[in-house]
């Protein structure tokens, strides 16, 4: 979600521009997890990446965005601490990458940005989700879809099963972000409009993906309960 903040922020000030082309480097195309199917040397418009990587998670395209961004991932990972002060998160948060991953998953990749793994307090991930959402609404459009297209025009699905339609689909839900590494578990930040009101809900360390959404529904209705 940072990740998006800091390029969402270039945009508005004109800095990038959503047709943008991006020439995709060998750390971005060869990361691991979730990808859109990057190839070393391809050029992919902004729009394409971050709807790739909000949608459907896709590591390689953050990282191609963040290059394009910031010249280099380590520029990318001082701005987004110093956005983190900016906001007013905890001295217990700090970015260590772009995506998300653990260090151990970018050790093999010279100009990746791996000192030491990203920490969030869970009320952070809230807190930057709030953020993120009041500052760039249209966030929001690109989120509650169900899939993007990728590489060759594959398809890529959302990785957020609470939408309407997906599987624990909500009505009302339209974001936020999965995340997943062994260390932090399957991740869930979540927002929904429930009569009239927007919940945001942040589950952590579950040992499934379903479990995620699970929680992410007893949240939701001890939410409504509380409203009541």
């Excluded at 900016?86 to 050790?107: C, K, W, Y």
């Excluded at 945001?200 to 959404?213: D, L």
């Amino acid at each position: 979600m940072m990740t998006e903040v800091l390029v969402l922020d270039k945009l508005k000030e004109g800095k990038i521009g959503w047709e943008d082309q991006v020439v995709v480097s060998s750390y971005a195309a060869n990361v691991g997890g979730a990808g859109m199917g990057l190839v070393t040397g391809q050029t992919v418009t902004v729009r394409q990446l971050f709807n790739a990587m909000a949608i459907h998670s896709a590591n390689d395209a953050a990282i191609a965005l963040a290059e394009f961004s910031d010249g280099s991932e380590a520029n990318f990972v001082k701005r987004m601490n110093v956005k983190s002060q900016q906001i007013g998160l905890s001295a217990d948060t700090h970015f260590a990458n772009a995506t998300g991953l653990s260090s151990v998953d970018l050790d093999n990749y010279a100009t990746a940005a791996a000192d030491g793994d990203t920490e969030m307090t869970a009320k952070d991930v809230a807190l930057l989700a709030r953020y993120l959402i009041e500052t760039h609404p249209e966030v929001l459009k690109v989120t509650k879809q169900a899939s993007t297209t990728g590489i060759e025009n594959k398809d890529l699905p959302t990785t957020n099963e609470m939408l309407p339609g997906q599987r624990y689909g909500t009505k009302g839900n339209d974001g936020l972000k999965t995340g997943y590494t062994k260390r932090a578990g399957y991740c869930f930040a979540g927002t929904t409009v429930l009569d009239g009101r927007r919940y945001i809900t942040v589950v952590m360390g579950t040992n499934s993906p379903e479990a995620r959404f699970e929680e992410t529904k007893k949240l939701l209705a001890y939410g409504e309960a509380a409203a009541s």
